[in-house]
């Protein structure tokens, strides 16, 4: 798929980019060649390939979804800035 440099002027129009218009031409060139790349991937037969979310196939260690009371709210609450009664104490942000 060929694009010139009118069709380029128009979408750097549409998305708000300002663009010289000695660059144009150097731009419908890019763009092209990276259209045509993605002409060529269209080519591959990928009947029989399932989607993947990663290229290395592991599986996550699960834990037992367990409610504790944090252990120990001394160690929990020690870097705290503020607390009180075993709680985090934040500024009031609604009104």
Do not use: C, Y
């Amino acid at each position: 798929m060929a694009i010139d440099a009118a069709t380029v002027r128009k979408v750097a129009r549409l998305a708000r980019i300002a663009e010289p218009e000695e660059k144009l031409d150097q731009l419908a060139t890019e763009l092209s060649g990276i259209l045509n790349w993605i002409e060529q991937l269209n080519e591959v037969d990928t009947d029989g390939v399932e989607p993947m979310t990663t290229a290395v196939h592991t599986t996550l260690p699960m834990r037992d979804d367990v409610v504790t009371d944090g252990g120990d709210p001394a160690r929990v609450l020690g870097n705290a800035p503020k607390s009180a009664n075993n709680f985090f104490v934040v500024p009031k942000v609604v009104e």
